[in-house]
């Protein structure tokens, strides 16, 4: 069973979590032109590999900001969610909109934006190219 804590919302430790990642994310790009400089294809691997993760780091730290888990306070809710995904160019309120819509219709074949379904008849009306990309039935 999950323990009860994890369900109690923590405004230091989401802060906490937000100033870290936005401080990896702001100073990352210090190191790069070190990674550049040695040519090293596993070095550009391992920087991309880190920076990116902490990228998705702050987008979560948003999407906890869209469910209101990260703090009581709706207002700072919105204000953090803003900080979040301003660095990743997700604008917060039309995100937050969406999200809403895919939670309140989540796996309804018309109503669900981000996760669209396709009928055979909707399937077989697509790109032979774009269908190839799709998953197949057995």
Request: proline residues 8%; hydrophobic residues 40%; contains cysteine.
């Amino acid at each position: 069973a999950i323990p009860q804590e994890c369900f109690e919302k923590n405004t230091a430790r989401s802060m906490l979590y937000l100033v870290r990642d936005l401080a990896i994310c702001a100073t990352a790009p210090l190191v790069y032109p070190y990674v550049a400089a040695s040519g090293n294809p596993l070095a550009y691997l391992a920087y991309w590999n880190f920076y990116g993760f902490f990228m998705w780091c702050l987008f979560v730290v948003g999407h906890d900001c869209g469910h209101t888990t990260f703090s009581p306070n709706k207002t700072l809710n919105d204000i953090c969610g803003h900080i979040a995904h301003a660095p990743l160019m997700v604008p917060y309120y039309p995100w937050a909109m969406s999200h809403r819509r895919h939670h309140m219709y989540h796996n309804h074949q018309k109503k669900d934006a981000s996760h669209p379904w396709f009928s055979k008849s909707s399937l077989k009306k697509l790109p032979a190219f774009t269908r190839n990309f799709l998953p197949q039935e057995a």
